[in-house]
């Protein structure tokens, strides 16, 4: 694996074929699938939530298969144990030892499907995983491969046997995705697509290797990011914590996490800076699911989205961006 940095062209391109790639398979998709590969290139984690049957465990393992990236797939169940995630040690009568078994977490990409349906205490398994890149199991610690993003699915509509995932869990999230239904076009294309490949496994062949995925998240981290742009998240995220509807507000790691993923999503778009539009563009899949809402709020139906949609239009952004001076 190389960390060194491929041009922002370069990137771009790639990117795109991603992107294109993947949507040979997931069908009217684009816009959230250039989200959640902008928040894997800016080295985040993605959370798609939305009702079953919309090609969410799809997209992941397409966009795994088309980044190169090993991938392990796990169904969450009520009764699933840490260890089922991160390993364990397992006895060896040859040698009479204890020897690490890796859980499925030793992976490039690790889709944990149905977040919600397993207990807290297996949820936070993930969350040294997700913010350090590493496991620790009996006081040991063992780094995960690099690079390595989790992208979970939750079900927002069943509530019989599910979890709710903690606020320092959704946190651990970059990017919280809804999919939605196809169109009448889209999901007609589904259907043909299903008819013309004669098999229910769709398979995207890969656009770039491992070492190349390094070398974009590398790339991306050259992309300049003008001081009002920063103050433009900054605003949006303190803005969060001063609303009335608003009990806990986004931290710092979410005026963070704009700014890190609209970095990314310029350079999809071929773009070397950054720009207003890029932050108004991902403010709600970053910051929404960071909002713990008043219960008055919830009483009366104010919902998250609402209270970063109205922030967006009444922050006041930067006049004009444009590419950095030489």
Known sequence: MTDQALPVAEISRLANEVLDRVGTVVVGMRAPLTTALAAILAGGHVLFEDVPGLGKTLAARSIASALGLDFRRLQCTPDLLPSDITGSYIYQPGTAEFVFRPGPVFTGLFLADEINRTAPKTQSALLEAMAEGQVTVEGSSFPLPKPFHVIATSNPIEFEGTYQLPEAQLDRFMVRLSVGYPDRAGEQQV?????????????????????????????????????????????LATATRRHAAVQVGASPRGSQGLMLVARARAVIAGRDFVTPDDIKAIAIPVLAHRLSLTAQAWATGVNPLDVVTELVGVVAGPPAVGAPSV
């Open 191 to 235: 259907l043909l697509a299903r008819v013309a490949r004669r098999h229910e496994v769709a398979t995207v062949e890969p656009v770039v290797s491992v070492g190349t995925l390094a070398a974009m998240q590398a790339g991306v981290e050259t992309v300049h990011v003008d001081p009002d742009i920063a103050a433009y998240c900054v605003d």
